[in-house]
């Protein structure tokens, strides 16, 4: 079981950077993506297939804000609410034998956003299946520049008996503004179910530093020309929490080397899911501002 968890770990953290083709990171056109992470261990390759699931979603908006009363399906599927864009993104579903996911958008007003995912994914254990999440639309800014990035993010997680999943910030950064080839990602998990662990080189944390009141155990590695750095909270799952995501930025620029000439280009905050069986993901309170 150690060994199928670390196997889980080399893999989880590899996902957002495989975003729609709207916001492609790594697929401009959106096709077929292939995704290969190695270790001295295990090297795994997730293969991303296109299907198509037709929806009929209804969007009303009222001086409160935006919500929907129905749930999109498909690989590539997405909501814009003008201030966050939510996609479904089945990037890893071809490592899959069987399975669906959908998520629906609740509501939406300003800088805060609630929605659902549900989802049954089997085979291909050791692969992230998707990432649904809402990405923050913003203007790039250097990290040197950055003042606060408040967030809140309250979440529950159903049909978690034999789960395989997590609940994560994800952030991407460059030496240039917008680019989609970047440099650095760093996650910081308040989730982490069923054996599921972030990319590590060695299997071991390189930190436990404490970060708006929880210690977090620090881990690294590569995911392709990317170094990835992921906080995973030492009391996971934490399903209520406050803070200042620049707060991990400025412990990774002062201890970690990291530039603060790079480019903050995408936040975003979602599940990657790799095995379980009708789970719903229910976001109740997100909000996230680049300052």
Known sequence: MKQAAFAIAVIAAGVANAQSPAYGQCSGGGGTTTRTTTTARTTTTS???????????????????????????????????????????????????SGSQCTGLDYASG???????????????????????ANLKFTPKQLSALTTIPTTMTYTYANTNGMVANVAYDLFTASTSGSSSS????????GAYG???????????????????????LYTGPN?????????????????????????????????????????????????PFLGTNARFTVTNFSVAVN
């Open 47 to 97: 293969r991303v297939t296109t299907t198509t699931r037709s929806t009929t979603t209804r969007t009303t908006t009222s001086a409160t804000g935006v919500s929907t009363s129905a749930d999109f399906c498909g690989q590539w599927d997405s909501r814009d609410t003008g201030t966050f864009i939510l996609y479904n993104n089945l990037w890893g579903s071809g490592a899959a034998t």
């Open 183 to 190: 440099n650095y990602e760093i996650m910081i998990w308040l």
């Open 224 to 272: 392709g020309s990317m170094t990835v750095y992921s906080f995973v909270a030492s009391n996971a799952p934490v399903t209520n929490w406050s803070g200042d995501l620049n707060n991990f930025l400025k412990y990774l620029t002062t201890n970690q080397g990291v530039s603060r000439s790079q480019y903050l280009n995408t936040v975003q905050a979602g599940t990657e």
């Open 111 to 133: 800088n805060t956003i609630r929605w659902h995912t549900t989802w049954s994914w089997q085979g291909g254990p050791y692969n992230v299946k998707s990432f649904a999440n």
């Open 195 to 217: 054996g599921a662990g972030p990319i590590s080189s060695s299997g071991s944390t390189i930190a436990t530093p404490t970060i708006d009141g929880i210690t977090w155990k």
